[in-house]
Nanobody, 128 residues
Framework: QVQVVESGGGLVQAGGSLRLSCTASGLTFGDYAMGWFRQAPGKEREGVACISRSGRNTPYADLVKGRFTISRDNAKKTLYLQMNSLKPEDTAMYYC?????????????????????WGQGTQVTVSS
């Protein structure tokens, strides 16, 4: 049984930083591309970043480029999202997802149907 679990969310002031973590069990972690998504109330879930199984390909959404960094530790089966210079508009539920494609291909990396396994999310709230 596959389990994906996010952690590290919380309340932070604008300009601050948070690091999210995601662990995945029940799958061969190193074979999967991993993505971070977020969903604000009343909005669609949107792709934030993806990291290929090797770690060499890391596309980002334009809104977070230069502020967020995705990384992974395959030995620990853990995915990370370092978020710096946070803004109130970054407030959302953040989700981790696994894609057996492995490559963060083209523009499909940012689409929900591309991923097979999802966590329950961790809330990030940025106050102004």
């Amino acid at each position: 049984q596959v389990q994906v679990v996010e952690s590290g969310g919380g309340l932070v002031q604008a300009g601050g930083s948070l690091r999210l973590s995601c662990t995945a069990s029940g799958l061969t972690f190193g074979d999967y591309a991993m993505g971070w998504f977020r969903q604000a109330p009343g909005k669609e879930r949107e792709g934030v970043a993806c990291i290929s199984r090797s770690g060499r390909n890391t596309p980002y959404a334009d809104l977070v480029k230069g502020r967020f960094t995705i990384s992974r530790d395959n030995a620990k089966k853990t995915l990370y999202l370092q978020m710096n210079s946070l803004k109130p508009e970054d407030t959302a539920m953040y989700y981790c997802a696994a894609d057996r494609d492995g490559y963060c291909s083209g523009s499909s990396w940012s689409t929900v149907p591309e991923y097979q396994y999802w966590g329950q999310g961790t809330q990030v709230t940025v106050s102004s």
